[in-house]
């Protein structure tokens, strides 16, 4: 490995510490190897997330993405010029990840661009597959997997894990003028648009939440149920993202669904405790004892 390749795979491994609140604790108990793998996937698509995220014009940003879909194409030519596409070209190599992965969290960036509402769930869904199930099936060419159903598995994961953030950020989501929560819903359960966008707690936001949180565990459960036995000890990071997010998950409602009073955060200490638990128990046991089928349609047999 030059020091290019050095230099770059450190950027990336600093990003991913300073920025990866979550999946960060998870990258920790990868091989050294696959660790710096998933931090240059891991940085692409923060600097990705970060074009929609940061202050700036939409002309400016529908600029900066074009710039980067450049990049992205420099990068799969084999000529990368940023340190981040350097380590990401790298990690491409070891590990033959298709590129219409990338591109498919790209457009789902490109939606956050000019997207601030979402009809109905199926819209949701397609834009939680393009920014993280995405994301998750690049990983899983780094992970390692034995049957297409693990691939069934990192695409239920990623809408959960979205999912679950959406549910946290409510209101940073609404001080931008973004609601995720689909509009279908929030007619079915009486909350008006300006309930979320003024942060108003109301019985009916619980109970619209709560609604929520039913669905997000029901992709939880789709997940588990795609894997076989001895699947979930090749699958560390992954199944450690989905602990900790399940442990926010379980924190919100514990909250009864109070978002708009300070944002829903587990310490460090907190996720480093779950990542140790988990390892421990994928490492003692071939696996996790089933969970109990209560969402119709859930299995391997789902459809991706």
């Not at 799969?76 to 491409?92: D, E, F, S």
């Not at 939680?128 to 899983?140: E, I």
């Not at 707690?201 to 565990?217: D, G, K, S, W």
Request: aromatic share 10%; hydrophobic share 40%; glycine share 6%.
């Amino acid at each position: 490995m030059n020091t290019d390749v050095q230099q770059a795979l450190a950027h990336c491994r600093q990003v991913t510490r300073q920025q990866a609140k979550n999946f960060y604790y998870a990258f920790l108990f990868l091989p050294s190897d696959k660790r710096a793998a998933v931090y240059s996937v891991y940085a692409f698509c923060r600097h990705s997330d970060d074009i929609a995220d940061e202050p700036g014009t939409l002309h400016d940003k529908q600029g900066q993405l074009r710039a980067w879909r450049g990049e992205l194409d420099n990068c799969y030519n084999g000529k990368p010029t940023r340190l981040i596409t350097r380590a990401l070209r790298h990690a491409i190599e070891r590990y033959s990840i298709p590129r219409r992965y990338f591109e498919d969290l790209l457009q789902g960036v490109e939606m956050d661009l000019t997207v601030q509402r979402y009809a109905s769930f199926d819209d949701l869904r397609v834009y939680c597959y393009r920014v993280a199930s995405a994301v998750g099936l690049a990983c899983l060419e780094i992970f390692g997997y034995q049957h297409s159903g693990v691939r069934t598995y990192a695409h239920h994961l990623g809408i959960a894990l979205q999912l679950t953030n959406i549910l946290r950020d409510v209101r940073e989501d609404a001080e931008r003028g973004r609601i995720y929560l689909p509009q279908e819903d929030l007619r079915a359960f009486g909350v008006p648009e300006d309930d979320v966008l003024q942060r108003r707690y109301t019985a009916e936001f619980a109970a619209l939440m709560q609604f929520q949180q039913e669905r997000i565990m029901s992709y939880y459960r789709r997940a588990a149920a795609c894997l076989l036995p001895g699947d979930r000890a090749g699958l560390m990071a992954p199944e450690i993202m989905a602990a900790i997010y399940r442990a926010t998950l379980h924190k919100i409602r514990r909250r009864h669904f109070n978002v708009f009073h300070g944002r829903t955060r587990l310490s460090g200490l907190h996720k480093l405790a779950i990542g140790l638990g988990t390892f421990v128990a994928l490492q003692t046991r071939d696996k996790w004892p089933r969970q109990r089928q209560t969402t119709a349609g859930s299995g391997r047999g789902d459809r991706l």
